[in-house]
């Protein structure tokens, strides 16, 4: 028999009008996180109603495994649990925070021998020195949340007050982060469909903060656009990533590498001669670089994005459009772009064994790229399934858990020499 976590609304904003209180005495911030387990319904309907109860039970005790105070986790909906953190020193680490829950609860659910994921939207509010009451916060996280559901999942540290002090103690951390050198890469493999072999990497930023844990990458981008630190992050990733690229060479290892370019950057002048310089300091050969690009951001203004890309591709620089099949895409579009890769965008191949339309936007992309001679990389691959029917329909290059997560320079060592 199934017992389902109570309903306590009640008792939920009794303890949070404690803990808010409390904050009047401390000159602290308290935190609250709001999660919506946004596809319940289709995992009753997909699995039926007891394995609904059993991921909601699954949902309460991760949260309650993660909280490091008793009374601070409630069920307060059907589908709704609150997370409260009180006595935040540093109010924007509430970020760690998110990223964390999001992480824990998006972990794969074994339940009577079947894999169930719960699909999550989290909001959240931030209160310092008790500005509002427990029912404001909540409404705060509810209108976080409504954000949340329309941005597919972001993270928005924006609140309707005292903005530009919540953000400002993260702001700082991440300039001295980025002064000091000490955010790190991890790459993931991408795999040859042809062969089987991984002979590339995507380079993806991390930022661990001592005692605290991994901040998300979109919170570091989102810092770096607002700051003006856009082009410095970039040039960072960049000369870290080549050197990594250069140090395997040195053991005959064949790769080629993958950095993202944020939207902001797609017109900067200067970043032609950054990706130039960076390739001649190391030595490394100008096709063992990919420029990954969002097809959205060279769409914002499609003649003059399509103008600096080709730059880059007449230089011997690969590119590649992420996300593809989001955005633009037409027929003309395959025409005209100056790229040599598409990665089909995860949302596609996440649903495609049970969704005949996914399948066929898929399959369509695949044929036409290669009819204009581009690659083809499926990202979000997440079971052999999925893999052997992207293999089946001739994609050239798959990205996902099922193959490797992104690690650590060392790890991706060892995956690829197959240690």
Same mark, same amino acid.
């Given at each position: 028999?199934?017992?389902?976590?109570?309903?306590?609304?009640?008792?939920?904003?009794?303890?949070?009008?404690?803990?808010?209180?409390?904050?009047?005495?401390?000159?602290?911030?308290?935190?609250?996180?709001?999660?919506?387990?946004?596809?319940?319904?289709?995992?009753?309907?997909?699995?039926?109603?007891?394995?609904?109860?059993?991921?909601?039970?699954?949902?309460?005790?991760?949260?309650?495994?993660?909280?490091?105070?008793?009374?601070?986790?409630?069920?307060?909906?059907?589908?709704?649990?609150?997370?409260?953190?009180?006595?935040?020193?540093?109010?924007?680490?509430?970020?760690?925070?998110?990223?964390?829950?999001?992480?824990?609860?998006?972990?794969?659910?074994?339940?009577?021998?079947?894999?169930?994921?719960?699909?999550?939207?989290?909001?959240?509010?931030?209160?310092?020195?008790?500005?509002?009451?427990?029912?404001?916060?909540?409404?705060?996280?509810?209108?976080?949340?409504?954000?949340?559901?329309?941005?597919?999942?972001?993270?928005?540290?924006?609140?309707?007050?005292?903005?530009?002090?919540?953000?400002?103690?993260?702001?700082?951390?991440?300039?001295?982060?980025?002064?000091?050198?000490?955010?790190?890469?991890?790459?993931?493999?991408?795999?040859?469909?042809?062969?089987?072999?991984?002979?590339?990497?995507?380079?993806?930023?991390?930022?661990?903060?001592?005692?605290?844990?991994?901040?998300?990458?979109?919170?570091?981008?989102? %810092?770096?656009?607002?700051? /003006? @630190?856009? !082009? #410095? =992050?970039?040039?960072?990733?960049?000369?870290?990533?080549?050197? $990594?690229?250069?140090?395997?060479?040195?053991?005959?290892?064949?790769?080629?590498?993958?950095?993202?370019?944020?939207?902001?950057?797609?017109?900067?002048?200067?970043?032609?001669?950054?990706?130039?310089?960076?390739?001649?300091?190391?030595?490394?050969?100008?096709?063992?670089?990919?420029?990954?690009?969002?097809?959205?951001?060279?769409?914002?203004?499609?003649?003059?994005?399509?103008?600096?890309?080709?730059?880059?591709?007449?230089?011997?620089?690969?590119?590649?459009?992420?996300?593809?099949?989001?955005?633009?895409?037409?027929?003309?579009?395959?025409?005209?772009?100056?790229?040599?890769?598409?990665?089909?965008?995860?949302?596609?191949?996440?649903?495609?064994?049970?969704?005949?339309?996914?399948?066929?936007?898929?399959? %369509?992309?695949?044929?036409? /790229? @290669?009819? !204009? #001679? =581009?690659?083809?990389?499926?990202?979000?691959?997440?079971?052999? $399934?999925?893999?052997?029917?992207?293999?089946?329909?001739?994609?050239?290059?798959?990205?996902?858990?099922?193959?490797?997560?992104?690690?650590?320079?060392?790890?991706?060592?060892?995956?690829?020499?197959?240690?």
């Amino acid at each position: 028999m199934i017992t389902l976590p109570n309903i306590e609304r009640q008792l939920f904003f009794t303890s949070l009008s404690k803990h808010i209180n409390a904050t009047k005495n401390d000159g602290s911030t308290l935190g609250l996180l709001l999660v919506d387990i946004v596809n319940l319904a289709q995992i009753n309907h997909q699995f039926g109603y007891q394995y609904g109860d059993q991921a909601l039970c699954q949902c309460h005790s991760r949260l309650l495994s993660i909280s490091r105070i008793t009374d601070t986790v409630f069920r307060i909906g059907d589908h709704q649990f609150v997370f409260i953190l009180p006595s935040l020193k540093t109010p924007s680490f509430i970020a760690l925070a998110f990223n964390k829950i999001n992480n824990v609860l998006k972990e794969e659910m074994l339940i009577d021998g079947a894999s169930v994921n719960c699909d999550i939207r989290i909001g959240l509010a931030l209160n310092k020195n008790a500005n509002f009451s427990a029912e404001n916060t909540l409404l705060v996280a509810e209108s976080s949340l409504k954000q949340s559901k329309k941005d597919n999942g972001a993270l928005n540290l924006s609140q309707p007050e005292d903005d530009n002090q919540q953000s400002q103690a993260l702001d700082e951390l991440f300039e001295s982060t980025l002064k000091d050198n000490d955010f790190e890469l991890f790459y993931q493999p991408k795999i040859n469909m042809h062969t089987g072999v991984a002979d590339s990497a995507e380079a993806l930023l991390r930022w661990h903060i001592p005692g605290e844990g991994f901040i998300s990458p979109m919170v570091a981008i989102e %810092i770096a656009e607002k700051t /003006g @630190h856009s !082009f #410095d =992050l970039t040039k960072w990733v960049m000369q870290t990533a080549i050197r $990594q690229l250069k140090a395997w060479e040195k053991l005959n290892l064949d790769l080629t590498i993958a950095i993202n370019i944020s939207a902001d950057l797609i017109l900067e002048p200067e970043l032609f001669t950054l990706v130039q310089d960076s390739l001649a300091i190391w030595g490394v050969q100008k096709n063992h670089l990919t420029l990954e690009i969002t097809e959205t951001a060279v769409m914002e203004d499609k003649e003059a994005g399509f103008d600096g890309l080709l730059k880059f591709k007449e230089s011997g620089v690969n590119l590649s459009i992420d996300d593809f099949g989001t955005g633009y895409s037409s027929l003309s579009y395959f025409k005209q772009i100056p790229a040599n890769e598409l990665k089909i965008d995860q949302s596609f191949v996440t649903n495609m064994l049970s969704s005949p339309e996914d399948q066929q936007i898929v399959k %369509i992309i695949i044929d036409i /790229g @290669h009819i !204009f #001679d =581009l690659k083809l990389v499926a990202e979000g691959i997440e079971d052999q $399934q999925t893999y052997d029917f992207l293999r089946e329909l001739g994609c050239d290059y798959g990205q996902g858990y099922h193959m490797s997560k992104p690690l650590p320079a060392d790890e991706f060592l060892k995956f690829i020499q197959g240690n």
